[in-house]
């Protein structure tokens, strides 16, 4: 996971930015801005001002594509982790293997329908306007037309690659094969698109570049993917009470952020820490980030007043498939191990690789190996808008 910053909340649901993000965000402003600008029928002023308003016009559609995925895994009883936005789209970081493959489609298709419905409803908002307005909504319109197709395309990293793994894992019962399908059908994709980049560069259209980009990418993915699945299939075998590490020392729940932060956090700013009350019961964590937001202002309030609740952390239970584990610490690279009420250690992605390396391929690892990477195929619901 890159580096993010968390900018809002949207019923319960964090929304994280990437500098990607920041950088394609400028990029369309300035984009949208030149293009205003450069018909001098708008002053400065205004056309930047209604690039402003395109941007967040466009980045709306996206977090609105996003909240689908989110509110049809709400409605499955999923919880949702958050919302990343990442160049220019986004992924929800929900669980949708845990109801199974109908639940993994109809979570994944509310991405592609919803950005169809948002371009009908910029058309007839086109429709309704004149002068610039209708200019940025009828844009608004055909890219949302654009890239609701682009999603549903049968191939990773896109919500149709996961539609595909879900109907595949229906029919075989077997969610690895499914997925090196969903792979293979993002090479496949990927190589059309690049032949369609070629056919475009030929033709001198400048638009060849946009379709090699995401060719190369779903090529990528879907290679990755494919080297992945035999990965996950043994990783199923093993499960987190034979990986796990020693859990971290807990903060007491009746502490103050300055004893955390004296404690725990100055020294180990990464670690998710546990926060305990009573005989040791779980009820929330605090990280360095979550307490200084709270601490910076007034270090003597309690740790209660910074923790992630307990509803919201992110908790394996020891007996959870390892392949499985993945999917909860692929947003944060760590989670701890809960049996019941009582706390009994963490895992991270360094963790599981070690595991691998030792009861499958038989080496011994260091303790700084490289992880193997988060699934990506359930770690999260990712869209290319």
């Known amino acids: 996971m890159e580096r993010r910053w968390k900018v809002a909340s949207i019923g ?3 929304i994280y930015i990437t500098v990607p993000w920041l950088i394609f965000a400028a990029f369309v402003v300035y984009g949208t801005y030149d293009s205003l600008a450069r018909t001098r029928a708008l002053t400065d002023q205004q056309a930047l001002w209604w690039s402003v308003v395109n941007a967040i016009l466009f980045y709306g559609s996206i977090v609105f594509h996003e909240l689908s995925h989110a509110a049809t895994a709400r409605a499955f009883g999923l919880h949702v982790h958050g919302i990343t936005m990442v160049f220019w789209g986004g992924y929800t970081e929900t669980h949708s293997s845990e109801r199974g493959p109908l639940a993994s489609f109809l979570i994944s298709a ?3 329908f919803s950005t169809l419905a948002l371009a009908g409803v910029f058309w007839i908002g086109s429709e309704l306007s004149d002068d610039v307005l209708a200019a940025i909504l009828g844009n608004l319109a055909f890219l949302s037309l654009l890239f609701a197709g682009l999603n549903a395309l049968p ?22 094969l499914a997925l090196r399908v ?12 690049g032949m ?25 993915q879907g290679l990755q993917v494919g080297k992945q699945s035999p990965i996950l299939r043994d990783l199923s075998r093993g499960q987190v009470s034979e990986a796990m590490g020693p859990p971290p020392p807990p903060i007491p729940a009746d502490a103050t952020l300055l004893h955390a932060l004296e404690t725990h956090l100055r020294a180990d700013r990464t670690t998710e820490f546990p926060v305990v009350e009573g005989f040791g019961r779980v009820i929330g964590s605090l990280s360095f980030s979550t307490a200084s937001k709270v601490g910076g202002k007034d270090p003597t309030r309690g740790v209660r007043s910074a923790m992630t609740p307990r509803d919201r952390m992110r908790v394996v239970a020891p007996d959870l498939p390892l392949d499985r584990a993945l999917e909860w610490i692929a947003g944060d690279g760590q989670a701890l191990v809960v049996d019941g009420e009582r706390l009994v250690g963490r895992l991270t992605t360094n963790e599981v690789d070690r595991w691998y390396r030792r009861r499958i391929t038989g080496e011994t690892t260091p303790e700084d190996a490289a992880p193997v990477p988060p699934r990506p195929d359930l770690g999260g619901v990712g869209d290319w808008r």
Do not use: E, Y
Request: hydrophobic residues 55%.
């Open 196 to 220: 369609i980049a070629i056919q475009r560069l030929r033709a001198q259209n400048g638009d060849w570049l946009f379709f090699a980009f995401i060719g190369w990418m779903m090529i990528g």
């Open 155 to 176: 191939g990773f990293p896109v919500d149709g690659g996961r539609m595909l793994l879900a109907v595949v894992w229906g029919i075989t019962k077997d969610r690895f």
């Open 110 to 112: 509310a991405g592609p």
């Open 12 to 14: 319960g649901i964090p």
């Open 182 to 193: 969903a792979g293979w059908g993002g090479v496949i994709v990927g190589a059309v698109l």
